[in-house]
């Protein structure tokens, strides 16, 4: 009797029903009607006793899920069968089986089974899933068991989107060939995802599309036979995509100046475009949009006017991008970004898979519905992070630049083309474009959703204003460990980000800090100690700004008392007109105590401190660290002073946290004009001071000393005004 269901719908039903046959009977899908069918031909890489037990049974993922009986250390479920031989495994992989091949590199090592005697002895092969997954069919167990025990391995099973395995296989396989009509075809689609599906991202994005406020100037691609420089009015409105990607050459003479403005307006010559740019205009165009924004070519690079005009503009070219497009693959300019990638995490086979009945190829012609799933390692990941290394290069050359850090954390979504492959970043999630979400990856975070939303309220100290202070300490830690070519950049490059800061945690930036968190935000210390360059100007001495190290916080949130007090903190911007960017001049008064100090160099977990009002001299359990090792060698004989800034008293110990300094006048790291002589002091270094009150007393024959005697005696020591620049 013919069916009376639309074509459209036969397939799908005929599925279900296999499973529900299968079930209900306890059988495989290879044991319904449908399955009796013979198999499609073998090819000429997979040996016959393969494809008629473990291919026909969809590598055991159609049976019984696997399970270990601890106690025994036996395993079943699944699929198994006997290759009497280990040389018989040998020959085949040599043979050209891919599968044995598959079997043999990775197994039988490990079972002892390579030796000089090459011993003769039966493998049994289990393959299946531990996992119950329905008809989905994504992870796959091997279990490998010889005459020295067993051994097993889990996979990804992954194949490529419009691959017959694609109905019944959910993994898919990282895209290599980034720059295909069909990659970008892909990109597409999530981009347009996004916007459909995504009310987060649409809640941060500041105008409809088409409507956004243009930059000054936009390279228009949208003629092919004609590229150029356009210049927008104040009130223009339209949509762009900006370009992300790192720099490089040493000689950028495609780069916009005074002298070929002009020109550029006109035509410019794309045989003097480095590849990378080349790169961009070409996926500009594949998705659709006319204007690209590229800092070489729409910012005048002699002009220091203009150059000011456009770094304070810098936030705005970002937030307002339809896209940003991350050249992260491309170490200079010149690479381009857009060749095939080499797959990473490399497959440990690709091998061809009999899709089980139901599948909509199955009627097609012969062979159709066999398609092709690759098998990765479970775990394996790719990554954004910085440093992070693959085939040798890292995986994102923009994920460790400073200038790429607010590039990607201001845009709405970007289009990342990392050294494996192609994803979409956007405010939601990262998507590996193609669909290897599988795979894990670490990831840049994301700005706090209120900083999208100037007007919104948020009170000081309230525990989600410390999460965006606390995000704000996290992005200073990335960017600090990132890289810049002018250390004059150290402020102006992370200057975007903190004017979205500046609403919530302002008023107040200062060089690097803020004034309502000024005492706690003064505890960072380098990951190292940092070299520092005599001649470079970065900030003062007690911003993280004034270090080409990372660093990382002290978190004395919940736990710290402030001993000293602001008195006054000033800072002088470079230009009126940048007021996050760099600064000419700035001082820190605190009104605290001066504790003469003494710093072993040679054993740097020791100092010696003088406290007026205790027994004295104490030696201090602490954390100490030198801001520069430069300091390290210069200080060696120079008088230091502990600089108190909070404390608290825990379970009879006295903790005290605070800076090292010394003299402006003799400390060799300053940096930028004059110093001031006398009582001006300059930051050397971070310290936490422990002491034993009751240790202290007994010691001294003393009455034991509460918390109350504590803070009495530190009230009572004298406290002065010191000038830190």
Known sequence: MPSCLPPQLQLPFMSTLHLFLARFFGLTPHDCPASQKALPPRPPTICKTAWEGVFAKQFGLSCEVLRLDHEKQEWTGGYQYKISSVVLLEECAQSGCLWCLFLAKRFLT?????????????????VGSEYSRGSCLDYMSVIVSGRHGWSSDTFSLCTSEG?????????????????????????????????RDHPKCRAITSYPIGSAPLPTRLVDCSNPDCLRLIET???????????????GDPNPCYRTTLTNLAFYKVRIDTTTLPQTILDAIHVTRALGIGLLWIDGLCI?????????????????????AFLTIDAGSAAKVSEGFLQDRILDPMPEAVLPFICPPGNPFEQSADGAWVGMVYLVEKWSMISTRPHSISNGKPTSHTASRGWCLQERLLSTRSLVFTTQTLQLRCHTQTHNVGGADHLGFYDVPRLPDTVFHPDRHVVPGSEEWKDIHYRWWEIVEDYTRRKLSKPSDKLVA?????????PTLGPGYLAGLWRRTLLTDLFWSCDSPCSLSLTECRGPSWSWAYTNSGVSWWDVWETGVPFAEIIRCTVTPQNENLPFGPVTGASLILRSCLLPCKVDLENMKHLEAEFPLLPSPFSFEQTFYFDSDVAITVLRGTRMWFVPVVHYYKLDVLYMRGLVACRAGTDVLHSAGACSQGDVYRRVGLAQLMVSIVA???????????????????????????ELV
């Open 110 to 126: 490990r079972l002892g089974a390579f030796s000089h005697k090459r011993p003769v002895y039966s493998v049994h092969i289990r």
């Open 163 to 195: 691959d017959p395995a694609a109905a019944c296989i959910p993994h898919r396989i990282l895209i290599p060939n980034v720059g295909s009509p069909y990659a970008l075809a892909l990109a597409k689609t999530c981009i347009e995802t996004c916007i």
């Open 233 to 247: 009015t104040a009130s223009a409105r339209g949509t762009y995509i900006a370009l992300s990607y790192v720099w």
């Open 300 to 320: 005048v690079q002699d002009s220091e006017k203009d150059m000011h005009h456009e770094l304070a503009r810098m936030r705005d070219v970002y937030r307002h």
């Open 494 to 502: 992370i200057s975007a980000l903190a004017e979205m800061f500046a």
């Open 696 to 722: 202290a007393a007994q010691q001294d024959s003393m009455d034991p000393l509460n918390e109350s005697d504590v803070y009495l005696i530190l009230s009572q020591i004298p406290r002065v005004d010191i």
